[in-house]
């Protein structure tokens, strides 16, 4: 069965500072990707970053990285230099060869003045 | 760039009532979807169109029934509605199902939100 488990609800970080939100996930499909999205109070859900399971090196975007560990099956993401326009619900998604996308249940990050 | 439209923005009907919501999604996207996303809760899988016909089906009541046209348009329609129907409901759309290392993300629109009173 695929599965994304995101265990952190809630998380608080310094502006200016780095803060890793954990991911984990489950397929036995050898092909997969993996994404995170960034859903503020006003809503939306906005597409950050993209690791594919075949990828050699963790992706990047700007002050986002995916710290890609596949033996562990685990899609950190890393927000470098927060802002205050972070806070918001982040979310963990994977789809695999089914076409299916599968979502954690969120983890909501608040930065802090 | 052009991005996945939904409408209405906002939704506002009474028990038992009906409703139909639209998506358009992005230009040459060939796959669409729907989600339910209840207060603090992940976006949950109703239903997925590929090229105008039903790819896979989620957590979609009898009651809800969607389809997509042959302007791609897709339109969800919740019938006999419940007081736990309320949520927001997300359209998406992405390209190339089931291409072997496909990272076309999902594309979202802004989401309708449907309240039943």
């Known amino acids: 069965a695929q599965k994304i488990t995101q265990t952190q609800p809630g998380m608080f970080v310094q502006e200016k500072e780095a803060v890793t939100l954990d991911c984990t996930y489950d397929?036995?499909?050898?092909?997969?990707?993996l994404f995170w999205y960034k859903q503020p109070s006003s809503g939306e859900m906005i597409f950050l970053i993209y690791q594919g399971s075949y990828d050699q090196q963790n992706a990047t975007e700007g002050r986002y990285s995916l710290n890609f560990q596949k033996a562990r099956k685990s899609a950190n993401l890393v927000i470098s230099a927060s802002q205050l326009g972070d806070s918001a619900m982040y979310f963990c998604?994977?789809?695999?060869?089914?076409?299916?996308?599968?979502f954690g249940t969120g983890t909501s990050l608040t930065v802090i003045p | 760039a052009a991005g996945v439209i939904q409408s209405p923005r906002h939704l506002i009907k009474e028990k038992r009532e009906t409703a139909t919501l639209k998506c358009y999604p992005i230009?040459?996207?060939?796959?669409v979807y729907w989600y339910q996303q209840g207060p603090g809760q992940d976006p949950q899988f109703l239903i997925s169109f590929y090229e105008k016909m039903q790819s896979d089906k989620g957590s979609i009541p009898d009651r809800f029934s969607a389809q997509q046209f042959s302007d791609y348009h897709s339109e969800l329609n919740m019938s006999s509605l419940e007081l736990g129907d309320s949520a927001l409901y997300f359209c998406?759309?992405?390209?190339?199902?089931?291409?072997?290392?496909?990272?076309?993300?999902?594309?979202f629109g802004n989401g309708t939100r449907l309240t039943v009173t």
């Open positions: 998604a994977m789809r695999t060869t089914g076409n299916q996308f599968y």
């Open positions: 397929t036995s499909d050898p092909s997969y990707g």
């Open positions: 230009p040459r996207h060939d796959t």
């Open positions: 998406a759309s992405s390209l190339g199902q089931g291409r072997v290392g496909n990272n076309s993300p999902l594309h």
